[in-house]
Nanobody, 125 residues
Framework: EVQLQASGGGLVQAGGSLRLSCATS????????IGWFRQAPGKEREGVSC????????YYADSVKGRFTISSDNAKNTVYLQMNSLKPEDTAVYYC???????????WGYGMDYWGKGTLVTVSS
């Protein structure tokens, strides 16, 4: 059974850092890209970052470039999202998902097959 579990959310002041973890099971990380997504109250879901372990490709939303870093530890079947210089507008429920990510005109696109439950990140001003 494919499972993804996001953790590591919490309350942090603006300018602070958090590291989210996405623990996976039931599949090989080389077979799927893992993406991080977020949804703030009243807003649509947004793709934040994605990593493809098979070729090392990484993707970032323009709003987080230079502040967030995605990485994977295949031995632990876990993908991380290091979030630095957090801003109040980063407040959202963060989800991880497994599928594919690819370059598209103007940025990157994705198609996700499996989703985990989210973890709440709250950034206070």
């Amino acid at each position: 059974e494919v499972q993804l579990q996001a953790s590591g959310g919490g309350l942090v002041q603006a300018g602070g850092s958090l590291r989210l973890s996405c623990a996976t099971s039931g599949f090989n990380l080389d077979d799927y890209a893992i993406g991080w997504f977020r949804q703030a109250p009243g807003k649509e879901r947004e793709g934040v970052s994605c990593i493809s372990s098979s070729d090392g490709s990484t993707y970032y939303a323009d709003s987080v470039k230079g502040r967030f870093t995605i990485s994977s530890d295949n031995a632990k079947n876990t993908v991380y999202l290091q979030m630095n210089s957090l801003k109040p507008e980063d407040t959202a429920v963060y989800y991880c998902a497994a599928g594919y990510c690819t370059v598209v005109p103007g940025g990157w696109g994705y198609g996700m097959d499996y989703w985990g439950k989210g973890t709440l990140v709250t950034v206070s001003s």
